[in-house]
Structure formats: structure tokens, C-alpha cells
């Protein structure tokens, strides 16, 4: 599953930011991760009509279900493709695509945290943390219409409650520590939002809100020295 993610990313970014990267570009590269992994696994908004299953025919459809079957206008129309399902699609293809990104063009040597760690997903040695969460605002569906999705990213309450506790949790262990939120999608209130918890949360469809967070960890860790490690040269 990990590498169909990562070769998503790495397509996609030979696509699309193989050259000068831009607020655009990291937007377009984003949405194009998550519009792969969604085709990739068929996880579009469609519905399916249980009157008609129920007489041996067949009516369903893309998008958003109608208040009533097209066919055979019953009310038991119901979403076959779930939101709990596309989250965690795109939650995926969203980290593998922010992981691509560092380590490709800004050559900051992130590692995948162990499995028993359950506070962040990234980290740049064990005194910085990352906590990816991202998600699209719409999908394109085989029929070339599109499903809106609410509240992506951290304007969703419980994805912006879970990275808070997360950063909670990895402070009480880890007083010094920094601990960033990474998101495509950031509410106007935690532009710029730091707490005793939470170092800083970074947009990362905006070329210099990485560029600050690259500036936060290059204070923190050497990043020379572990650019040097893997074989790169120090930027």
C-alpha cells in the first residue's frame, strides 16, 4: 500500500514541480496526489437504490444520493463510498506526497516514525515532530462531475482536535521537542498559531510557510551534518 502511495507522489511531482515551485504548483501537485489515490482505489462520492436491488435491477449513481431512486423513486437510496474510507485514501496520499516534497526539493532528511508511535507521522530526529493532516475540498468523479467535501484538512474539528492532543501527548514526553501541523488546508484561525503544545502549523500549499518551518528545524537540529549522512550536500 506504502508504495503505491509513493510512487503517486513521485509521479506527480516529476509532473508537476520538476521545475520552479510555486503556490500553484504545491496546489496542483497536492489536489493531483489526492485525485490519483482516490482513482486508484475507486473511492468516489455513488450511491446505490436498495428498492431496486431488492427486484433484481441495478440503480445507482455518482455523487451525492437524491432524496429519491431515479428509477423507481423509493427514499432508500443510500452513499456506497464513504467519507471514513476516502480519509484515510487521502490521508495517505497526502503523506507520502509531503514526505516526497522535503526530502526531494528541500532535501530535509525526514524519517517515518515507528509504528508504535502514535503522536506524529515525520520526524527530523527525535527533537522535531511533524503531524501530517490533509485532505482535498473536492474529488472528480468518472462522469466528470465533482464531489464537494467539507471542511478539508484541519478545518475539520475532529482531524484539528486529534493533532491537538497528539501534540499534547508528544510535549509531556518531550518538553523541548518541536512539534509541527503540516495541512493543505488551514482555517483563517490557526494561520500563525502556536501554543504551548503546538510549535507552529504550516500550510504547505504556501512556498514560505515551508520555508519558515525549514528555518525552525535548521535552528533546532544539524541539519548539515545529517544532510551529510545520507550522502547530499549541505544546503
Not at 437504490?49 to 431512486?69: E, F, L
Not at 437510496?77 to 467519507?83: D, K, Q
Not at 464537494?148 to 501527548?169: V, Y
Request: hydrophobic share 35%; with cysteine.
Amino acid at each position: 500500500m506504502a508504495e503505491l502511495f509513493d510512487g503517486i507522489a513521485q509521479r506527480q511531482f516529476n509532473k508537476i514541480l520538476c521545475g520552479a515551485i510555486s503556490n500553484a504548483h504545491l496546489r496542483e501537485y497536492f489536489n493531483a496526489c489526492f485525485q490519483e489515490a482516490i482513482d486508484s482505489y475507486g473511492a468516489y462520492q455513488c450511491w446505490t437504490c436498495i428498492n431496486c436491488m431488492r427486484q433484481g435491477n441495478a440503480t445507482q449513481g455518482w455523487g451525492a444520493p437524491p432524496s429519491r431512486c431515479t428509477r423507481c423513486r423509493s427514499p432508500l437510496v443510500y452513499e456506497i463510498a464513504t467519507f471514513q474510507s476516502r480519509s484515510s485514501i487521502v490521508g495517505s496520499a497526502f503523506e507520502a506526497a509531503f514526505f516526497h516534497l522535503i526530502q526531494t526539493h528541500y532535501r530535509i532528511p525526514l524519517t517515518l516514525t515507528p509504528g508504535n508511535t502514535r503522536t506524529h507521522d515525520f520526524e527530523v530526529t527525535g527533537e522535531v515532530a511533524i503531524e501530517a493532516k490533509g485532505s482535498p475540498s473536492k474529488v472528480a468523479n468518472p462522469n466528470s462531475t465533482f464531489t464537494e467535501l467539507d471542511r478539508p484538512g484541519l478545518e475539520r474539528s475532529d482531524t484539528k482536535k486529534k493533532a491537538f492532543d497528539n501534540a499534547r501527548t508528544y510535549r509531556q514526553r518531550n518538553p523541548t521537542g518541536l512539534f509541527f501541523i503540516v495541512s493543505n488546508a488551514v482555517p483563517s484561525d490557526l494561520v500563525g498559531y502556536r501554543n504551548r503544545d503546538v510549535t507552529a502549523v504550516f500550510d504547505v500549499n504556501k512556498t514560505d510557510r515551508i520555508e519558515s518551518m525549514i528555518l525552525e528545524i535548521r535552528g533546532k537540529v544539524d541539519l548539515p551534518y545529517l544532510q551529510r549522512q545520507r550522502g547530499w550536500t549541505p544546503t
